[in-house]
């Protein structure tokens, strides 16, 4: 069985700040997923990383897959209120479409 | 990008009665739909994979028979509960692929009283 573990587990933050979450496994993927979600609604995919040591930006967020496959992170500069929600990896694998998700990093940005 | 719905977005019910929750992709055809369950501040837990025509997947230590897949058509999956519990009352998600991409439903809330 694949695992997926986010730490950290809780993070609250004053907005202006930057974080890092993080995303490790023991099993490699062939590729990467961050997904956000806001209560009462599903995920929203932010991003898919396949290469490792790939570096990928969307605006202040900066995602990297570790080299190995095996991990992954999420830098957040300069957060934002909008920011807030429960932020999951995912990984998948070759010719698989099924996806395990990471245990969950709930983020809160005080304005 | 694509969409995908669910219906209904919150249910209610008595426990020992049975309910049906709607996946459907609105713009673009499936032919594997995923279901998941997500209990409060924590993660989704993928429950079984549906597929077109044929026979859903499930994951280890999910009851087929208690949770009832449906998928007759390439826009159109269903997840019955049957003889809902307590300790049945989650958060259900559905997903659809198209190509190697996900969309996620906004989930559908179910109580069990």
């Known amino acids: 069985t694949q695992l997926l573990e986010q730490s950290p587990q809780f993070l609250s933050i004053q907005e202006g700040e930057n974080l890092t979450v993080y995303c490790n496994s023991s099993s490699v993927f062939s590729s990467l997923q961050w997904y956000r979600q806001e209560p009462g609604e599903g995920p929203v995919l932010l991003v898919t990383v396949v290469t490792g040591g790939e570096v990928k930006k969307l605006k202040r967020l900066t995602f990297q897959f570790g080299d190995a496959r095996k991990d992954s992170s999420l830098h957040i500069t300069a957060a934002q209120p909008g920011d807030t929600g429960l932020y999951l990896c995912?990984?998948?694998?070759?010719?698989?479409?099924?996806?395990?998700f990471g245990t969950g990093t709930r983020l809160t940005i005080i304005p | 990008g694509a969409v995908v719905s669910q219906h209904p977005s919150w249910v209610i019910c008595k426990s020992g009665t049975s309910v049906k929750i709607e996946c459907r992709s609105l713009d673009f055809q499936a032919t594997t739909m995923f279901w998941y369950r997500q209990f409060p501040k924590q993660s989704l837990m993928l429950m079984a994979t549906s597929n077109e025509g044929s026979k859903a997947t499930y994951e280890q230590g999910v009851e087929k028979d208690k949770f009832l897949i449906n998928h007759a058509s390439l826009t159109l999956s269903t997840l019955t509960v049957t003889s809902a519990h307590p300790e049945d009352s989650s958060f259900y998600i559905c997903s659809a692929s198209l190509g190697s991409v996900l969309f996620f439903g906004p989930g559908t809330r179910l109580t069990v009283l």
């Open positions: 995912a990984g998948a694998n070759f010719g698989n479409e099924k996806l395990t």
